[in-house]
């Protein structure tokens, strides 16, 4: 199917969802996750309408970009070492993998204005996944004043895979709870206004708790989807 095609469908299922929920679909910005596929299946995203576009490695990244550029807005959601952060700082526009102060500093560090951070919560405490431990997100927040060049905008999460809709319903909860207490700390630094999470299997789930950003992939750009 053409990126078109599955983007109306999605778009189809965003808003029949918020209609459910009682939100609004303008709310809600999908990221193309272009990590799999090529830069000609990128650039038709682009035709088709879509503006935000994510990448999870800093070579896929400098690829697409390279022929994207200013066209997109672009997100990094994969793990980031600290040794890359210099090879995306000037030009990525959201970093969605933040989760240690080492990361912090080095961005602090390297980039030469604001950076919009998510910072990313491993909720379901799986060991293969990146992430704060939700005990720990509050504290670290409170670090991140030495950083001046951090804004946290979000709060980031992958959920469990699995088939069970309640245990990622569950997950997708706790970030929703996370943020607001985040959001209580009042950090003029951290408004943690948004939600990174939601991927093609969960997106629907994602957005009935609260999502403002979807990382699709798979569904949208998926070159046999
Ligand atoms: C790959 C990836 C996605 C997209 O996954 P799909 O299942 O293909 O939609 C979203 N978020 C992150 C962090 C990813 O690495």
């Not at 896929?60 to 550029?69: L, N, P, S, V």
């Not at 990094?76 to 500093?105: C, M, P, W």
């Not at 990622?168 to 943690?192: G, H, M």
Request: charged share 25%.
């Amino acid at each position: 199917m053409s990126v078109k095609q599955n983007l109306e469908n999605i778009r189809g299922k965003i808003k029949s969802t918020c209609e459910k929920v009682n939100r609004n679909e303008s709310d809600i910005t999908i990221i193309a996750v272009t990590k799999y596929v090529s830069n000609d299946r990128a650039k038709e995203a682009i035709s088709a309408g879509v503006t935000h576009l994510g990448e999870n490695r800093d070579e896929g990244f400098r690829e697409k970009w390279a022929t994207i550029q200013e066209a997109a807005t672009w997100h990094f959601i994969g793990t980031l070492q600290t040794r890359k952060v210099k090879n995306i700082i000037n030009e990525i526009d959201y970093i969605h993998s933040l989760d240690r102060l080492s990361l912090a500093k080095e961005i602090n560090n390297r980039a030469n204005s604001e950076v919009k951070c998510f910072v990313q919560v491993n909720v379901s405490q799986e060991d293969s996944k990146h992430g704060l431990n939700p005990n720990d997100v509050l504290t670290f927040m409170k670090d991140l004043h030495s950083y001046p060049n951090i804004k946290v905008v979000g709060l980031m999460t992958m959920a469990p895979f699995t088939d069970d809709e309640a245990i990622i319903r569950e997950c997708f909860r706790s970030l929703k709870k996370l943020q607001l207490d985040v959001q209580a700390l009042n950090l003029t630094y951290a408004p943690c206004t948004e939600l990174s999470m939601g991927m093609s299997n969960d997106y629907t789930i994602a957005i009935e708790e609260g999502a403002t950003f979807i990382r699709i992939g798979s569904a949208l750009v998926g070159e046999d989807s």
